[in-house]
């Protein structure tokens, strides 16, 4: 199939900036000494999952129990779950992972998470690593007192199904502040924070033996800081039109754009003005807009209007009726969230589908 | 399965606000006068679409090619694509429909759409009814000059493997205009335009055997003018918190939602504050944010925070870690497109799963 001729709309990704972005990243990171647990928030796919791997990443990173089951099914190892499980569905599909032998650590913010997470790795006669998740200032989980991060790992250790391997603290409030100085500054003063908390453990005999967090936009500042073992960047992989304007260090961003959302355009009665079948269910839309690339005049700027449409302003000549349009995402995330497969393309040809397994 | 165990986050149908939904629009249609091809836009699904006919609806509108290869696998008649069709991958897949037998309709807003949808039809040895798409103020889809509105009628005519079969005026903009005076008035003037089309098509011997149009905030304004035939609403069926606030008649809003995303209350570190499993991921965005319902203090509400969250403070007391709380989402047509199926509830059991066939 050409890339032009996918059902619209649909999800590209181009295979070649995706390895591409997969290599610096690695590069990148065994450079600075180190290890690479990439979120697989971003792309709930196990073919890329695999890929990651294959370069080097020690695991894989989830949001949900969705994505764990998505990653044990495709063989990966090293998955840890990045939010507290509470529900008793997510519980009890946890059970049926480690049932099945999947290679799963889990974190915990809350003593009653620690109860239930030791009963279910009593039950199934497993021992679940798990990290204490610490709140770094976002005020999303995690626990923010180190009198409750170091409580919390004492009942993990104490617990005989638990192992208790260490931290996580992640700052996504502040992966896309900018400038990136500012970024920097903001960050160190979590990076206190964290290596108080490691002091702590450290003094009550918990040393944490992984210390894991850290962004697309502010892993260069993490594994700079010496404190933490492991980073679980995401967007790097898509790179979106915001965080395209991220510096990711004093030197720039050395990622590229590799997912793109492609539309046709379907009406064209007004000069300068086409309409394309993608609109609020084709793009996520927390970001802002999408914007135009492939097929459009240059400069032609991109409104929402309603659910299945979006019209494009521009100047120059008109694209036909019936042409593939390619649109950057404000949001790479959520996009990719919306749609049941990514097209791989390589140039102009579609050279593989890939199922998205873990969307909602 | 009770209501609370859900996996989370999931999107519920209460099956009897469902169909009381149902049952107002169809009663008032009928006493209207006027018939109903409710959209399924809005719910994506063979079973929904299947009361709603089963209550008397004369058939199903279609925002993509997609909905109308769902609505024609589950046996539903009377299929009207909405959108204009101009990629090689829709017009194939139409093809492929009309192969099946399938009864569908669609529309045209341009003579090369009338040329390719009329060799489609005497490839497959059909006859396939079109409408003319006519923009009546939203500069969407449509042709906006009364005189190209009979030319494509005209040409619609002139094919012999295509039907004729009348034109679509769709105010999707005026739809939520408050309150409810102003949006009679604004809807007026484009009914005038709408009675000047149908007068113009008359005077060429074209009149249109079917005017279709309207949608929930419209319809009972669009049904009094006497122009429509039939409407073509659908978030009637689950309401959600914007269209809840608009009135549809002179009297109010006889629908109630019946749309909810549930989700579990996965930390609970702050006093004041629960963070829920729900998050950009969970709920369209474009128009606000969900409100809090079952399962939540009084007064609480809710920010996004991120992909995978949201926040919920309250003043009251806190609900458990692992409580499901439900939400009513701010634009209901875009949050069905996030989720596989419907978890069907009628008070607190669940009683059936409804799969959401044509989701992105």
Not at 36 to 53: D, G, N, S
Not at 325 to 345: G, M, R
Request: proline residues 5%; contains cysteine; charged residues 20%.
């Amino acid at each position: 199939m050409r890339r032009s001729d996918v059902p619209t709309p649909s999800l590209l990704v181009d295979i070649d900036s995706l390895d591409r972005n997969i290599a610096v990243m690695q590069d990148g990171a065994r450079e600075m000494g180190i290890a690479l647990r990439p979120h697989a928030k971003a792309h709930k796919c196990i073919e890329i999952a695999q890929r990651i791997a294959a370069a080097g990443a020690i695991g894989v990173s989830c949001a949900t129990i969705s994505e764990a089951e998505a990653m044990a099914l495709g063989g990966l190892t090293g998955i840890l779950i990045t939010g507290p499980l509470n529900s008793t569905n997510a519980l009890d599909r946890l059970r049926r992972l480690l049932l099945r032998g999947a290679d799963v650590t889990v974190i915990a913010d809350h003593p009653s998470s620690v109860s239930q997470l030791a009963a279910i790795a009593a039950e199934v006669g497993r021992t679940l690593p798990v990290f204490v998740d610490v709140d770094v200032g976002m005020g999303r989980t995690g626990c923010l007192e180190i009198a409750d991060v170091v409580s919390l790992a004492k009942g993990i250790a104490a617990a005989p199904s638990l192992r208790y391997a260490g931290i996580q603290a992640y700052w996504g409030n502040l992966q896309q502040v900018m400038p990136f100085g500012e970024r920097s500054r903001l960050v160190g003063i979590q990076t206190a924070r964290v290596r108080a908390v490691i002091d702590a453990l450290q003094a009550a005999n918990l040393p944490p033996g992984i210390v894991s967090g850290g962004g697309t936009g502010s892993h260069r500042i993490d594994a700079a800081s010496g404190l933490f073992t492991e980073i679980q960047p995401g967007s790097y992989l898509f790179m979106d039109s915001c965080y395209s304007k991220v510096a990711i260090s004093e030197t720039g961003n050395p990622f590229m754009p590799s997912l793109f959302v492609a539309a046709t355009v379907v009406s064209a009665n007004s000069p300068g003005r086409v309409i394309v079948n993608a609109g609020w269910k084709a793009f996520a839309t927390d970001s802002g807009t999408p914007i135009a690339l492939r097929g459009t005049p240059e400069g032609a700027s991109y409104r929402y209007m309603g659910d299945e449409h979006g019209a494009l302003d521009f100047d120059g000549e008109a694209p036909a009726l019936g042409a593939t349009i390619e649109f950057l995402t404000s949001h790479c995330d959520p996009t990719v969230n919306l749609y049941a497969a990514y097209h791989v393309v390589r140039a102009d040809e579609v050279i593989d589908i890939w199922l998205i397994r873990a969307r909602y």
